[in-house]
């Protein structure tokens, strides 16, 4: 036995238990790591519903106690991570397995009254590495007033959550230390010298979205005066944006400058945007902490890319986006099944994926851009270049997208082909997105300081109390509503639109002029 394992050694216990947490969409419930080393034939099993991942667990465990110095017990080892009726999936129980082992066997031991989190996979060589949803594990452990225990890689993901307990380590030995009374003397062991404790990580907090990306300026886009107003208009109010226009128009290049019109999230928003990418599959990066989520798929994405799915039931683009953007691209080539899953979370800001097994909730509050040709050819109303395209075709082509899924989206505006002269010459002073955003933030400010809420999510009701129309305005609506024969979910859409443009202009009531630009900005299509 080496002398750190002989250190470690104290009174036996019949069952050694450890926490740590699995994951159920948004959701970390606590699971007790349950270790049992009885007399009998050598054996190793691990019960309580455990994935793929988690059973591999096994030879990762026995050969990273072998190689730290650690003597594997030689009886029968009973693993059972409790709850036994919930899923556990990946690599993060290899730690808590490990410790278990340890204290199970007299090897470990851990003064009463400290309830810990462990979190890792282990490497053969007894390194710890990171595992993915460690910001949603750390906020519930924080909730729970436990300490916790993660690979040094994900201590800047778990301070985000504001835990004051969060320890790192960059080995099993880091971790098997802390707990010693006095240092022992690290010959004997079979790796190198044991790790020095990490220093102190900087709070990535302090350094919010140190890495973003540079976003267009809104001066760079020529003519487009229309356009640019509905794109105004949606980011001020949330709106869901639609571009129909020829290839080459600038419809991509307009979507691309909202994200530089929006406000920068809070810091509840930007906590809620994080856990959601912290069990995506491809995990959150902490150096994006505060940066609103810009998700642009392509046509080719799968339904459960679009919303979520899937055997581990993950959140898709729709979720990824929430409280950001999700851009949609050539709108009509996306398959049909796809933009009708679309409807509900545009609806109900919600994302429910039910499963077999587990059911899932996730936010999806994004605001949706798109963008689209006017017909297969693309050149329909073009002043430049003939369509080519046949009646049933473009009936064709427009049929792809279902009436239910376009009332959905209150602004849909033409963008046409920008003219030689303008597009040639020196343009006059253009508003700057920077400009334009302290627009947006002082307009969002009037709808949070009225309702609470942006106009997007104002309910029927509570719309009704707060039109503030003149007369001439009630009297345009009406007309609108008998000539254009607008749905009563469009009604409300003029509403709220028409609502936002007077929050533009700080207006105190909804005059004739904004409800005549809010039925204009949906005429297209």
Same mark, same amino acid.
């Given at each position: 036995m080496s002398p750190l394992a002989a250190a470690l050694r104290s009174d036996p216990l019949p069952v050694a238990t450890t926490l740590c947490r699995g994951q159920l969409a948004l959701q970390a419930p606590l699971v007790? &790591?349950?270790?049992?080393?009885?007399?009998?034939?050598?054996?190793? $099993?691990?019960?309580?519903?455990? *994935?793929?991942?988690?059973?591999?667990?096994?030879?990762?465990? %026995?050969a990273a106690l072998g190689n730290c110095g650690f003597e594997f017990p030689a009886g029968r080892i009973t693993v059972s991570l409790a709850p036994a009726d919930l899923p556990k999936e990946g690599a993060r129980f290899d730690l808590p397995i490990a410790l278990g082992i340890l204290l199970a066997s007299a090897q470990l031991r851990v003064p009463q009254g400290r309830h810990c989190e462990f979190y890792g996979e282990l490497g053969l060589a007894g390194e710890l590495k990171p595992v993915k949803g460690m910001l949603l594990a750390a906020a519930h452990a924080a909730q729970a007033g436990h300490e916790l225990w993660v690979p040094g890689p994900s201590v800047d993901e778990a301070r985000m959550s504001g835990h004051?307990? &969060?320890?790192?380590?960059?080995?099993l030995l880091e971790v098997c230390a802390h707990w010693r009374a006095a240092p022992p003397a690290a010959a004997g062991v079979r790796t190198a010298a044991l790790p020095q404790p990490r220093?102190?990580?900087? #709070?990535p907090r302090a350094t919010v979205a140190a890495v973003r990306a540079a976003v267009p300026d809104l001066r760079d886009v020529r003519g487009q005066y229309l356009a640019k107003r509905a794109l105004l208009v949606a980011a001020a109010g949330g709106h869901n944006l639609l571009l129909v226009g020829p290839p080459g128009a600038g419809k991509s290049m307009l979507a691309q400058r909202l994200p530089g019109l929006l406000p920068p999230l809070t810091r509840a928003q930007a906590l809620e945007v994080a856990m959601i990418a912290s069990v995506s599959a491809r995990g959150f990066d902490p150096r !994006?902490?505060?940066? %609103?989520?810009?998700?642009?798929?392509h046509h080719s994405a799968s339904a459960h890319a679009i919303v979520g799915g899937g055997p581990q039931a993950r959140p898709g683009e729709a979720?990824?986006?929430?409280?950001?953007? /999700?851009?949609? #691209?050539?709108?009509?080539?996306?398959?049909? !099944?796809?933009?009708?899953?679309? !409807?509900e979370p545009l609806e109900t800001r919600v994302v429910a994926v039910a499963r077999a097994r587990m059911q899932a909730q996730y936010p999806a509050a994004? +605001?949706?851009?798109?963008?689209?040709?006017? $017909?297969?050819? =693309?050149? @329909? =109303? #073009?002043?430049?270049?003939? $369509?080519?395209?046949?009646?049933? +075709? @473009? *009936?064709?082509? !427009?049929g792809r997208l279902s009436g239910p899924l376009l009332d959905r989206i209150e602004l849909r505006v033409e &963008?046409? %082909?920008?003219?030689? +002269?303008?597009? /040639? +010459?020196?343009?006059p002073p253009q508003e700057s997105s920077a400009a334009a955003a302290a627009r947006v933030a002082r307009a969002r400010a009037r709808q949070l300081q009225r309702a609470g809420r942006l106009n997007r999510d104002l309910p029927a009701g509570q719309l009704a109390a707060l039109e503030a129309l003149t007369p001439a305005a009630r009297?345009? @609506?009406? %007309?609108?509503? #008998?000539?254009? =024969? @607008?749905? *009563?979910?469009?009604?409300?859409? &003029?509403?709220?639109v028409a609502l936002t443009v007077s929050d533009l202009e700080s207006a105190g009531r909804v005059e004739a002029a904004h409800v005549a630009e809010a039925i204009q900005l949906r005429r297209a299509l």
């Open positions: 007790s &790591v349950e270790v049992n080393v009885g007399s009998g034939l050598p054996s190793f $099993c691990v019960v309580g519903l455990p *994935a793929a991942a988690v059973r591999e667990s096994k030879e990762r465990v %026995r004051p307990a &969060v320890h790192g380590a960059d080995h220093a102190a990580v900087r #709070d !994006r902490f505060g940066e %609103r989520p810009v998700r642009a798929p979720s990824l986006a929430h409280h950001g953007v /999700l851009f949609l #691209d050539e709108l009509p080539e996306f398959d049909r !099944r796809v933009l009708e899953a679309l !409807r994004f +605001q949706l851009i798109a963008a689209m040709n006017p $017909c297969p050819c =693309g050149h @329909l =109303g #073009d002043a430049f270049t003939a $369509c080519r395209c046949t009646p049933a +075709q @473009l *009936a064709a082509y !427009r &963008v046409a %082909r920008v003219p030689r +002269q303008e597009l /040639l +010459q020196t343009p009297t345009l @609506l009406e %007309r609108a509503f #008998d000539q254009l =024969g @607008l749905s *009563a979910r469009a009604v409300h859409h &003029v509403l709220r």
